[in-house]
């Protein structure tokens, strides 16, 4: 095992700490029963333990974080290039992103009861890339552009990451929805809400900024710059789905009900472009999982 898959396994035990804990609050919250709240501030109120647990969460994820910044630095000084040329690497690589999105937004919003969500996605991203080979292989011909492979792929880990937070909070906002906005452990739906349409907004023109780079470099390497790859069309779909949220969200009719919908569809549609595209269909794009 390399120093990178053991700086990712310690990033994984952390997130996967972390997420326990956030889920016996969860169910310490829901299971107890309300107490008057006491005279004294200093005398021990209801909420210190989820207080406690919800800062022993973030501690965690930022944690997480920092072996994984630890993680890809290493690998960026072993390999020479950005740390995410394959499957194995951006797997880390994206699950940083999301960590990183997540503590950002968290620094301006109240969604620490989302925090578990996030680990929950970085935890599964990387047990993706702990799952592939982690040698060093020389770059294939097409990824032989370092700022492009810079630029261009780190620009769409970025928009997957915000994507991802703007799922999570979109779940947020169904659970809490469907349970007439009481989920206490959860932040509150229009906290949810604004939160994954902050988040949409920040990933579409990050998105489309990567597909533009995407169809320079496919050019560069291929002479053309659509292919009709499956990952370009992937690409294309996703960037679909984010403009009909954006569409569908600033209605103030029964449409509007269909946008928390459609970021949970347009990260699934981001986990296809992502990994089903290059291992499931043959392409230009199939190395990407190796």
Known sequence: ????????????????????????????????????????????????????????????LVLAAILLVGALAART??????????????????????????LALARRRPISGLAAAAAAVAAALIAVSLAQPDEVRP?????????????????????????AVAFAA??????????????????????CRATAHRAAILAFPILTAAIVLGSVWANLAWRSYWNNDPK??????????????????????????????????GFAAVLFTWLGAGLVFVGQHSYAGA
């Open 170 to 191: 979109a779940l947020g906002e169904i659970a809490q929805r469907a349970g007439g906005d009481r989920l206490a452990v959860l932040p509150s739906a229009a906290v």
């Open 232 to 265: 370009e069309l992937a690409a294309a779909a996703t960037w679909l789905v984010y403009a009909a949220y954006l569409h569908v969200a600033g209605r103030r009719d029964r449409w509007a009900a269909l946008s928390p919908w459609l970021l949970v569809l």
């Open 139 to 163: 770059l294939v011909p097409a990824l032989q552009a370092p700022i492009l492979l810079t630029i261009h792929v780190g620009t769409a880990m970025l928009a997957y990451a915000i994507g």
């Open 1 to 60: 095992m390399t120093g990178f898959s053991a700086l990712l396994v310690a990033a994984l035990i952390t997130l996967l700490g972390s997420i326990a804990i956030a889920l016996a609050a969860a169910l310490v919250a829901l299971v107890r029963e309300p107490a008057p709240v006491p005279a004294s501030p200093g005398s021990g109120a209801l909420g210190s333990p989820r207080v406690s647990a919800s800062a022993t969460v973030m501690a965690g």
């Open 77 to 102: 000084a072993t390999t020479g290039h950005a740390p995410w040329s394959n499957l194995h690497e951006f797997s880390a690589a994206f699950a940083f992103g999301v960590l990183a999105v997540y």
